[in-house]
């Protein structure tokens, strides 16, 4: 049994950004680009989501936190590489976001201090960081030989006509016009150019009257003009034509841009970000630019991309295997697990994979298959587990068996998942962000009565797919396919997940002819914390999981309408929770009155426990986020120093931004700072205490 190799391989499962050479134990870029065409395993057969990420198009990656699209993105950038056809640049969006928010106004742009707030400057910031990465990224590729960039050019690190276009994008990136301005603001100019100016990149800034969602009318010139403003401002024109003559001089017939962890983004960023950079990108460059973007479900902006000219690929394991039935899905979900878990242990492991398994009662099949619902294909989920059963039973020469497995899942879930609620109850944020957590919270307590009551109750009825049963299986329900959007934020954060959709039975209560419903699957981890069986009787059918017993549709409804209403501010119209969607669409307008906008209105003792725990907060959600990973970190690695490193790989943020919060949680006496740089961390009595008022501790 390889003890180490096993632990490394876990390690770079559970990896929260894309795999570098540190992750690999290599020493250089070249080998690190080669290792990933072996690691890489493909969620559909002969490279299928691989494939579609090469094609000419602008393509939205879409897939929950730690699916992989930064796996996916770094494969098909080797690909590029490698084939020496093209260019490519890669940008994380979300340590742009977070440089943003800690680095100071340059000198060229302190005057605009004077005429927009802090959040504007933070805004600009943030698109003049993102251009920085990209020129920083660019150089990066023309410097990296091993595919010949420059054979074509004289063999030389640079020629003279490359050499001119880099500082000419130099120039143009980091003298933006937005410097003018700055100093005729300094100058004390109010020429009608300089009033004119500002005013329009405040209006740019504000993003009045968007859609967040991308629900907009596509196309609309007025929108264009709007999101040219800040391109305008920031040269993007002038950056694209230089880009074409770079792609030209060095050979090659496109660039493509990758930008990673783009739904991390806020939400008035995002539609900056987009508007500014993503906009010019599309509509001026089409011809010579592929834009690929990672991002989440329901957390994308199009802006005025042209609707049927870009492609979403989504790789959530519904959207992936889920077309057909639940066997089908589980089917090609379990082979993707066994696949990516002989992959790894293959490359990294002396040992054979069935030599860390207990196989005298349970079947390696049988592992694949329990893995596979513990991670509902989450790669990061996959190697949490693992990690679990490494601590639990490998690193103390072990083999894992079925009750480690279960109890990784449960683990995972009450380490990573259960107390989503609990951090978000206890920290600092927005007062209307905080009452739409709490009903998701009432709503999943209702869900889970429900499944536990069904568990005794339904094996006394006449069903025949129950009574024959002593505990009857209620880990799946249904729910109309017109409320998922009510159950967004339960999926996103891995208490539910979707498995599968079919035609509705005719229920009145659909106001469609072609109804559907969807099935979905609680956590695996949160069934065994709460006792509730999983899966389907082995003699049962698939139709098992259809069985009127688990519609849970007008629960859903019930529970929320006692939480939230919708209600036109005009008229005093009340609208069914459930065509929340449909008035998004519409900017939320009344269809009862011609000037009437609706809200959402939450229930008063509700409003009320939120304001309280708003007032008694003490951190914000990074700096308890930051202070829960070291309390975990601390408790379930072997050796290994809590740097801020290592912080920064458990919850995907830079190493600099945990830093700088680590100190001043220290200052504040919640974090001790051992040591010199770096520092190695750990948590105070105090901040134990606190952790343990939250009840995210015991």
């Known amino acids: 049994m390889d003890i180490k190799g096993f632990k490394h391989a876990v390690d770079t499962l559970k990896l929260y950004h894309r795999i570098k050479n540190d992750d690999l134990n290599v020493a250089s870029y070249d080998d690190a680009d080669d290792i990933i065409e072996e690691l890489y395993v493909d969620l559909l057969p002969n490279l299928g989501i691989h494939e579609q990420m090469l094609t000419n198009e602008t393509t939205f990656l879409i897939g929950r936190k730690g699916t992989g699209k930064s796996t996916i993105f770094a494969r098909v950038q080797h690909t590029i590489r490698k084939e020496k056809k093209n260019l490519s640049v890669y940008?994380?969006?979300?340590?742009?976001?977070?440089?943003?928010?800690?680095?100071?106004?340059?000198?060229?742009?302190?005057?605009?201090?004077?005429?927009?707030?802090?959040?504007?400057?933070?805004?600009?910031?943030?698109?003049?960081?993102?251009?920085?990465?990209?020129?920083?990224?660019?150089?990066?590729?023309?410097?990296?030989?091993?595919?010949?960039?420059?054979e074509k050019i004289s063999n030389r690190f640079r020629d003279k006509k490359l050499q001119t276009c880099i500082n000419e994008l130099k120039k143009l990136i980091e003298e933006p016009e937005l410097i003018n301005i700055s100093n005729a603001i300094h100058q004390q100019d109010t020429s009608t150019y300089t009033n004119e100016a500002i005013n329009e990149i405040k209006v740019a800034l504000q993003n009045s009257g968007v859609n967040y969602k991308g629900s907009l009318k596509h196309g609309n010139t007025q929108e264009k003009q709007t999101s040219n403003i800040l391109a305008r401002y920031f040269n993007m024109a002038n950056i694209i034509d230089n880009l074409k003559k770079i792609i030209e001089i060095c050979g090659r017939n496109k660039m493509y841009i990758?930008?990673?962890?783009?739904?991390?983004?806020?939400?008035?960023?995002?539609?900056?970000?987009?508007?500014?950079?993503?906009?010019?990108?599309?509509?001026?460059?089409?011809?010579?630019?592929?834009?690929?973007?990672?991002?989440?479900?329901?957390?994308?902006?199009?802006?005025?991309?042209?609707?049927?000219?870009?492609k979403n690929i989504y790789i959530d394991i519904f959207h992936i295997y889920g077309k057909q039935n639940i066997t089908?899905?589980?089917?090609?979900?379990?082979?993707?697990?066994?696949?990516?878990?002989?992959?790894?242990?293959?490359?990294?492991?002396?040992?054979?994979?069935?030599?860390?398994?207990?196989?005298?009662?349970?079947?390696?099949?049988?592992?694949?298959?329990?893995?596979?619902?513990?991670?509902?294909?989450?790669?990061?989920?996959?190697?949490?587990?693992?990690?679990?059963?490494?601590?639990?039973?490998?690193?103390?020469?072990?083999?894992?068996?079925?009750?480690?497995?279960?109890?990784?899942?449960?683990?995972?879930?009450?380490?990573?998942?259960?107390?989503?609620?609990?951090?978000?109850?206890?920290?600092?944020?927005?007062?209307?962000?905080?009452?739409?957590?709490?009903?998701?919270?009432?709503?999943?307590?209702?869900?889970?009565?429900?499944?536990?009551?069904?568990?005794?109750?339904?094996?006394?009825?006449?069903?025949?797919?129950?009574?024959?049963?002593?505990?009857?299986?209620?880990?799946?329900?249904?729910?109309?396919?017109?409320?998922?959007?009510?159950?967004?934020?339960?999926?996103?954060?891995?208490?539910?997940?979707?498995?599968?959709?079919?035609?509705?039975?005719?229920?009145?209560?659909?106001?469609?002819?072609?109804?559907?419903?969807?099935?979905?699957?609680?956590?695996?981890?949160?069934?065994?914390?709460?006792?509730?069986?999983?899966?389907?009787?082995?003699?049962?059918?698939?139709?098992?999981?259809?069985?009127?017993?688990?519609?849970?549709?007008?629960?859903?409804?019930?529970?929320?309408?006692?939480?939230?209403?919708?209600?036109?501010?005009?008229?005093?119209?009340?609208?069914?929770?459930?065509?929340?969607?449909?008035?998004?669409?519409?900017?939320?307008?009344?269809?009862?009155?011609?000037?009437?906008?609706?809200?959402?209105?939450?229930?008063?003792?509700?409003?009320?426990?939120?304001?309280?725990?708003i007032e008694t907060a003490i951190w914000s959600p990074d700096e308890l986020e930051i202070i829960y990973s070291i309390y975990l970190l601390s408790k379930n690695t072997k050796g290994d120093k809590v740097t801020a490193t290592l912080i920064a790989q458990e919850i995907d943020r830079t190493h600099q931004f945990v830093a700088r919060r680590c100190k001043e949680l220290a200052e504040a006496g919640f974090v001790l700072r051992n040591g010199h740089t770096p520092f190695v961390y750990s948590l105070t009595e105090k901040a134990i205490e606190t952790l343990k008022h939250m009840n995210l501790i015991s």
């Open 91 to 150: 940008i994380n969006a979300k340590s742009v976001h977070e440089l943003s928010k800690v680095s100071n106004i340059s000198t060229d742009l302190r005057a605009l201090e004077g005429v927009l707030n802090k959040e504007e400057i933070r805004r600009l910031l943030l698109l003049r960081n993102f251009l920085y990465a990209f020129e920083d990224s660019l150089l990066e590729e023309l410097k990296y030989e091993k595919y010949g960039f420059f």
């Open 258 to 310: 990758f930008i990673d962890d783009f739904s991390e983004l806020e939400k008035e960023d995002m539609i900056s970000f987009v508007d500014a950079i993503i906009s010019p990108l599309y509509h001026l460059a089409k011809d010579f630019i592929n834009l690929k973007i990672a991002c989440y479900p329901n957390r994308i902006y199009y802006g005025d991309l042209d609707i049927g000219k870009y």
């Open 328 to 613: 089908a899905l589980e089917k090609s979900a379990i082979d993707y697990t066994k696949r990516i878990i002989n992959n790894r242990i293959n490359y990294f492991c002396s040992s054979n994979v069935e030599d860390y398994f207990d196989t005298t009662r349970t079947s390696m099949e049988d592992y694949y298959k329990l893995l596979y619902y513990g991670s509902m294909n989450i790669t990061r989920v996959l190697g949490h587990i693992l990690h679990y059963c490494w601590l639990t039973n490998i690193s103390q020469n072990k083999k894992i068996n079925k009750q480690a497995i279960e109890e990784a899942c449960e683990q995972y879930y009450l380490d990573y998942t259960k107390n989503y609620f609990d951090k978000s109850r206890y920290s600092k944020g927005i007062f209307d962000d905080k009452l739409d957590i709490f009903v998701q919270e009432n709503l999943l307590e209702a869900l889970i009565k429900e499944a536990q009551k069904n568990k005794i109750r339904l094996k006394n009825t006449d069903n025949s797919y129950f009574k024959d049963l002593d505990v009857v299986p209620t880990s799946h329900f249904m729910v109309s396919s017109e409320l998922e959007n009510l159950l967004g934020s339960l999926e996103f954060n891995g208490f539910i997940h979707k498995v599968n959709e079919l035609a509705s039975k005719g229920d009145s209560n659909s106001r469609k002819k072609n109804a559907t419903n969807s099935i979905y699957a609680f956590d695996y981890g949160l069934t065994i914390h709460e006792k509730i069986k999983y899966g389907k009787p082995e003699d049962k059918d698939s139709k098992f999981y259809q069985q009127r017993a688990f519609d849970y549709t007008q629960l859903v409804l019930s529970t929320l309408m006692n939480n939230k209403k919708i209600i036109c501010q005009e008229c005093g119209k009340e609208f069914p929770i459930e065509e929340l969607d449909i008035l998004q669409r519409f900017k939320m307008k009344c269809d009862n009155c011609s000037n009437g906008i609706c809200k959402i209105e939450y229930d008063r003792q509700l409003k009320q426990e939120v304001q309280a725990h």
